[in-house]
């Protein structure tokens, strides 16, 4: 299986401030997805990163609060703009290589908002 | 609305005592169930994707198995190393999100010697 790899694994930062965070796949994969982990919650997704177009966000996400890329096969960045600490969370990549097929998935960026 | 129930939410075993853990689930359309297991700070593992009633896949000391409402894993002789949150999610063949999971809470399994 693919081999994904998460920038930054983990980080603190103040409201109001932004974080980018990159997932890098060492092969192409045709699907890429955004998830979020919260405390005692089930794995949540945010969006769909789509290659060389706007990501599919799934309801109660939006592009201004969440915006993705997605320049190529293998990479995708996800920023979480303007922080809360509600935004405390586990951010997960996940990629599949076929509708259908398992997803697998990064080891994820733990951020914690002050 | 499709969705997925895990139980127990905790399970404590002593090392050797088997058990079950289960994954009901509301979907329309299932096109796929999967299983994966989660260490403390490390991403989901994926174990076993099961896609009709009655298939059962096996992986040393699991066995996950799949009705038309529920799937259980099945824990044999479990060692502390299996001490994990599992966690199960479906797939629908319908809706607009291709390739999209919906998972479980999760259980989290403590295997002590």
């Known amino acids: 299986s693919a081999v994904i790899s998460q920038k930054p694994s983990r980080d603190i930062c103040q409201r109001g401030t932004s974080l980018t965070i990159q997932c890098q796949v060492d092969?192409?994969?045709?699907?890429m997805f955004w998830y979020r982990q919260q405390p005692g919650q089930s794995l949540t997704l945010i969006a769909t990163?789509?290659?060389?177009?706007?990501?599919?966000?799934e309801s109660g996400f939006v592009i201004d609060k969440f915006p993705i890329s997605r320049p190529n096969l293998t990479f995708s960045t996800l920023t979480v703009s303007n922080m809360s600490p509600e935004d405390s969370s586990i951010y997960l990549c996940?990629?599949?290589?076929?509708?259908?097929?398992?997803?697998?998935f990064g080891n994820g960026t733990r951020l914690t908002v002050t | 609305e499709d969705q997925v129930t895990q139980s127990p939410e905790a399970l404590r075993l002593q090392e050797g005592e088997s058990s079950s853990l289960n994954c009901s689930y509301t979907?329309?359309?299932?096109?796929?169930l999967f299983w994966y297991r989660q260490d403390p700070g490390k991403g989901p593992e994926f174990l076993f994707t099961?896609?009709?009633a009655g298939e059962e896949k096996e992986k040393e000391r699991l066995k996950a198995t799949l009705t038309k409402k529920e799937s259980f894993l099945h824990i044999t002789a479990p060692k502390p190393e299996d001490s994990a949150t599992y966690l199960c999610?479906?797939?629908?063949?319908?809706?607009?999100?291709?390739?999209?999971?919906?998972f479980g809470r999760g259980t989290q399994l403590t295997v002590w010697p």
């Open positions: 990163a789509n290659q060389g177009s706007e990501a599919t966000y």
């Open positions: 999610a479906v797939q629908s063949d319908r809706g607009s999100t291709l390739g999209r999971l919906y």
């Open positions: 979907v329309s359309g299932l096109r796929g």
């Open positions: 996940s990629v599949a290589q076929l509708e259908g097929s398992p997803l697998h």
């Open positions: 092969s192409q994969v045709t699907m």
């Open positions: 099961l896609y009709s």
